[in-house]
């Protein structure tokens, strides 16, 4: 079973930052009851006040008098992110209605969400806010690479369209679309050298040795 530990300890062996684990990113929504996984759509907003900001050349331009929430790709997971932190939110209860009928099962926000009680999908953000995201942010590009969750590190997890995102109670994780066979393959084992770790501990086992003995 994919859990989103062993998918974290499986990007690790893999060299990818961080896991994939898209840090300090939360539900603000009623938890799922069951992990989502599905391929990403990428959204990327810019703040206003940045005029000289590019999206990545992957990303694709919204047509004038277009809506990002109608450009999404049908049934994948949106990723929303902006290339600062704001006090306006980047999504509410309009744009995750749209994305709900446009099959989407879950939305992640590197940003602030409002509307939280009109939210009828599974939605993970950095906060809340009471501000339209009008207020202070542009929609730059759709469908491209974008980075999450840089935090104060600045590195964060890049995402790009078709990107695997797995999402359980504990948070989100993104692994690349290429990767899928190898974190499966790779889960196994870390699954199976955990089981046999506990199984020497709860007979009275030193850790150290346990960790010597099944994780290699």
């Known amino acids: 079973m994919l859990t989103f530990e062993k998918v974290s300890d499986a990007l690790l062996k893999l060299g990818y930052s961080h ?12 938890l799922p009851q069951t992990p989502i996984i599905a391929p990403a759509t990428t959204v990327q907003f810019a703040t206003k006040s940045n005029t000289t900001f590019r999206p990545s050349p992957t990303c694709t331009v919204p047509p004038a008098g277009a809506h990002f929430a109608d450009l999404i790709a049908p049934g994948h997971t949106v990723v929303i ?9 980047l999504a509410g209860g309009l744009v995750v209605a749209r994305m709900r009928k446009l099959g989407a099962p ?41 980075v999450v969750a840089g935090g104060e590190e600045g590195e964060g997890v890049s995402v790009s369209e078709g990107d695997w995102v797995f999402a359980d109670e504990q948070g989100v994780v993104v692994f690349p679309r290429g990767e899928l066979e190898g974190v499966v393959e790779l889960v196994r084992g870390i699954a199976l050298a955990d089981q046999k770790v506990m199984r020497d501990v709860l007979r009275g086992g030193e850790l150290a040795e346990a960790f010597r003995e099944h994780r290699r």
């Open 19 to 30: 896991g994939g684990f898209l840090c300090d990113i939360t539900s603000r929504t009623p």
């Open 81 to 89: 992110t902006q290339e600062k932190y704001t006090s306006n939110a």
């Open 106 to 146: 879950l939305v992640v926000v590197d940003g602030r969400v409002r509307d939280v009680p009109e939210l009828k999908l599974p939605v993970y953000a950095r906060g809340t806010s009471t501000v339209g995201a009008g207020a202070g942010s542009k929609v730059v590009g759709v469908g491209g690479e974008v």
